[in-house]
């Protein structure tokens, strides 16, 4: 099946310091990808909407400031969390749409940790 | 963001036990989605229906699409250890290019030696 690929897989960074976080689809091209945050033990929560050339469509409580989304091509999706917190550590997972109305495909995760 | 009800919360069985997990929604959704999420990776998609009353089986697993299209049920028959992980189901929106999922709060599924 289709591969979407999340780069780092894992970050640990100082407070205050922003973080960049990719997602590829290696085998596909997406017009649409979206991001997900994933506190321990908890559900997937949509953050925004990532369209290629586009502003991306945040959901109701996410910080467009904090988190700067830039779909620049059709096999990426860049998430940057600015001057991080502590509070900002979890598991971001990107996924990707194959096409209008196709099958989602989801990446392997990133996770952040600041400290 | 809005979340759909999924029970139980957890679940601890024994090896070759049958599993039943269920999703239900306020809001109506035109697919409904079944994944499982092992420590540390994204989802992966278990099985996924789009029809309401649709009945579909993949291996040992079998889900059903309610008929008034706010619930879901997924069925593990015959449980391995590695069937063990969290276990979603996700709506997804009714209209066309509305694309984003909706996902449920989680089933955590454990074999018991």
């Known amino acids: 099946g289709a591969v979407v690929s999340q780069h780092p897989s894992w970050v640990i960074c100082k407070s205050g310091t922003s973080v960049k976080i990719e997602c590829r689809s290696l085998?596909?091209?997406?017009?649409?990808m979206f991001w997900y945050r994933q506190f321990p033990k908890q559900s997937l929560m949509l953050m925004a909407t990532?369209?290629?050339?586009?502003?991306?469509?945040?959901e109701q409580g996410v910080e467009k400031d904090k988190f700067l989304i830039n779909h620049a091509s059709l096999t990426l999706s860049t998430l940057t969390v600015t001057s991080a917190h502590p509070e900002d550590s979890s598991f971001y997972i990107c996924?990707?749409?194959?096409?209008?109305?196709?099958?989602?495909?989801f990446g392997e995760g990133s996770r952040l940790t600041v400290l | 963001g809005q979340q759909l009800n999924q029970s139980p919360q957890s679940m601890f069985i024994q090896e070759g036990e049958d599993v039943s997990m269920n999703c239900t929604s306020s809001?109506?959704?035109?697919?409904w989605l079944w994944y499982k999420q092992d420590p540390g990776e994204g989802p992966v998609l278990l099985i996924a229906?789009?029809?309401?009353?649709e009945l579909t089986s993949n291996g040992r697993l079998t889900a059903q699409f309610g008929i008034t299209r706010k619930d879901s049920f997924l069925n593990i028959s015959a449980s391995i250890p590695s069937d063990v992980g969290i276990y979603f189901c996700?709506?997804?929106?009714?209209?066309?290019?509305?694309?984003?999922?909706?996902f449920g709060t989680g089933t955590r599924l454990t074999i018991i030696p």
């Open positions: 996924s990707a749409l194959q096409g209008a109305g196709g099958e989602l495909f």
């Open positions: 085998d596909f091209q997406a017009t649409t």
């Open positions: 990532s369209n290629e050339g586009s502003k991306a469509t945040y």
């Open positions: 809001s109506i959704f035109n697919t």
């Open positions: 229906l789009y029809k309401a009353g």
């Open positions: 996700a709506g997804q929106g009714s209209n066309f290019g509305n694309e984003k999922l909706t």
